[in-house]
């Protein structure tokens, strides 16, 4: 018997062919016939296809290879359409964006001539798709499940590929937006996200969810809110960012999204703040501490979550509670709850974190630096905590200092506390000086901090040194 290959065919028919042409005939039609799901081709943009590859010596090759098209069924009754799906071939196998041109131009042709035709539509979004046009890849498909909502096996599972395409190019856009300095590239970057993370979810619900999709649309409408021009627009992004965050716990409860939702409410409430309006304020702090609360009781029902997993979504929420009672002034009315979650978890560095920060609230400057230390002890590379451990001590030997006027029979006393306390906090500031620094994005604030303990203890050149270069970081942002 002789040796075939893989379609079936013997091997002397393709034996005129280089090994290039083999492999690009084969592209052509492994893209077609996958799982025995067949394309009907006309034997003209075969024709065109197939010499892309070949000379015109080997046409009597070719006329072998039309002979297996045939017995196999390739025949079509929309040239446009067959013409749409090789030039998307060829841009798979080559990755020339003209080929997407002409492939676009052959769909349109179609999509005029017929334009009840859901496959058209259907193929117009995988293209669109390809160019990285989510937004009318969207429209497209939409349009097709109008006319048609299940279209042929291979054709679903191509325009399927997409989601994850759209998901990843969102996450691209958002990531580059939210760092871009220029407002109106910031402005257009998270715009495509948006668009990207709407065809996602469009394309694929469930497995948006599954992967936070609907947190990440919600991060992209509000970071795009930030930078709206257009008032009334804003507060449309603003009430959608809302609407996907509460999407996603409603498709499966992420932890994430409720810590999201969470910071929503306090970042909205602490715009309403500076703009005047405390009763609007107020009513979205509680909110943020409704859905915070609400998070954390979804994290201990959750029986999927590794220990590691819950004690990190646990820290961020408390965390996200900490932030708004601060910001709503509740943190010292609240002071048992994170002393309990500090007591309940000793080995978690947010957690001493966050206690030693209510106490700082509270000028119980002594116990709130012990806090912060051990949130330092539980985690060497706890950029915030050395920050606000160094903070509280300069607050706390400057009370010490004060104090003396008050009580001058302790001066000694107080003084030499004082030093104590400032001689403490010296290797925090050497921290983050030299290994924080290298990575940190508060480098302005490090050199502040620095530039102040270098006040206190008397070295007014280092002082100076530390607040120039604190202007030179702010500069550079």
């Given amino acids: 018997m002789r040796e075939i290959d893989g379609f079936g065919w013997p091997r002397s028919a393709f034996a005129g062919l280089r090994k290039e042409h083999r492999i690009g005939i084969f592209r052509i039609l492994l893209r077609y016939v996958p799982g025995g799901i067949y394309v009907y ?73 017929n334009p009840a035709n859901a496959t058209a539509y259907y193929w117009k979004g995988v293209i669109h798709g390809a160019k990285e046009e989510f937004a009318e890849m969207k429209a497209a498909v939409q349009k097709a499940r ?75 409408l509000s970071e795009l809110a930030k930078v709206t021009d257009d008032k009334s627009k804003s507060v449309q992004y603003q009430d959608a960012a809302e609407a996907s965050f509460k999407r996603q716990i409603q498709m499966g409860g992420n932890p994430d999204a ?14 309403l703040n500076q703009a005047g ?22 994290i201990d029902e959750n029986t999927v979550l590794t ?46 974190y966050i206690y030693g920060i209510i106490l700082r609230e509270k000028k119980d400057y002594e116990k709130s630096v012990e806090y912060l230390n051990k949130a330092i002890e539980l985690d060497k590379t706890f950029e915030d905590a050395y920050l606000e451990s160094a903070t509280t001590s300069l607050i706390y030997a400057t009370k010490l200092r004060n104090d003396v006027e008050q009580s001058p029979e302790k001066t000694d ?22 290994t924080a620094l290298k990575e940190s994005k508060d480098k302005e604030r490090i050199y502040l901090v620095a530039g102040e303990y270098y006040i206190k203890t008397g070295e007014t050149k280092k002082a100076e040194e530390m607040y120039k270069k604190a202007d030179e970081a702010k500069a550079g942002n």
């Fill in 146 to 220: 109008d006319i048609n909502p299940e279209p042929a096996a291979d054709l679903k599972r191509e325009v399927n590929i997409y989601w994850a395409e759209a998901f990843n190019y969102g996450t691209q856009q958002f990531i580059k937006g939210s760092n871009n300095p220029i407002a109106s590239k910031k402005r257009q970057m998270l715009l495509e996200a948006k668009e990207a993370y709407d065809a996602a979810i469009f394309l694929n619900p469930k497995g948006a969810a599954e992967n936070n999709g609907y947190v990440m649309q919600g991060l992209a």
């Fill in 258 to 271: 409720y810590n999201r939702l969470s910071r929503f409410y306090l970042d909205r409430g602490s715009a």
């Fill in 41 to 113: 081709f006309s034997a003209v943009q075969v024709t065109k296809a197939i010499m892309k590859f070949i000379s015109r010596s080997h046409i009597i090759v070719v006329v072998a290879v039309f002979v297996a098209l045939s017995a196999l069924g390739f025949q079509c009754s929309s040239p446009n359409i067959t013409g749409a799906q090789l030039y998307y071939q060829q841009y798979i196998s080559s990755k020339d964006k003209d080929r997407l041109e002409l492939a676009m131009d052959a769909i349109q042709k179609e999509i005029k001539a």
């Fill in 277 to 298: 309006d405390s009763t609007a304020a107020q009513e979205q702090f509680s909110m943020a501490i409704e859905t915070a609360q609400n998070g954390l009781e979804a």
């Fill in 413 to 434: 006393e107080l003084r030499a506390k004082a030093d104590k306390v400032l001689a403490d906090a010296k290797p925090h500031v050497d921290y983050l000086l030299t």
């Fill in 307 to 352: 220990d590691s997993a819950r004690t990190e979504y646990k820290a961020s929420l408390n965390n996200a509670l900490l932030n708004t009672y601060l910001f709503s002034g509740k943190a010292v009315e609240q002071e048992q709850v994170f002393a309990d979650n500090a007591k309940n978890n000793p080995n978690d560095p947010v957690s001493q």
